[in-house]
């Protein structure tokens, strides 16, 4: 389970090996914390490859709209993005702002 990909969440863990989260914790402690260490590290990964991803559609998008004369609004780019993605996200998050400026 240490190397599966993505990372499980302790609950995962426990759940497959038929204990509760918390006996995990109580009766196998560092263990348990390198599960949940793996877990935040794997989800926070995750989290960063979604955001590049939105970032590199919203500046496409922009530079399109540009191109075309059509001022790249937030409004305007949010409209254009995959229906997957959060509209609300994206406004919310400033990503639109930072256009000029990749993220860290």
């Known amino acids: 389970m ?8 302790i ?3 426990a759940k497959r090996l038929g ?3 918390g006996y995990l914790r109580a009766h196998f402690p560092a263990l348990a914390k390198e599960i949940v260490e793996q877990h ?3 989800e926070a990964a995750a989290k ?3 955001r590049r991803l939105l970032f590199d559609e919203a500046l496409s998008i922009a530079t ?4 075309h004369g059509v001022y790249p609004s937030g409004e305007t ?6 229906s997957g993605i ?3 996200f994206v406004r919310s998050s400033g990503l639109l702002v930072r256009l000029g400026k990749p993220l860290a």
């Not at 240490?2 to 969440?9: D, Q």
């Not at 780019?77 to 995959?82: F, I, P, Y």
């Open 2 to 9: 240490m190397s599966e990909y993505p990372a499980p969440s």
């Open 11 to 13: 609950a995962t863990v």
């Open 19 to 21: 204990v509760s989260p």
């Open 40 to 42: 935040r590290a794997a």
């Open 48 to 50: 960063d490859v979604r």
């Open 64 to 67: 399109e709209l540009h191109k």
């Open 77 to 82: 780019v949010a409209q254009h993005l995959k």
């Open 86 to 88: 959060s509209r609300d």
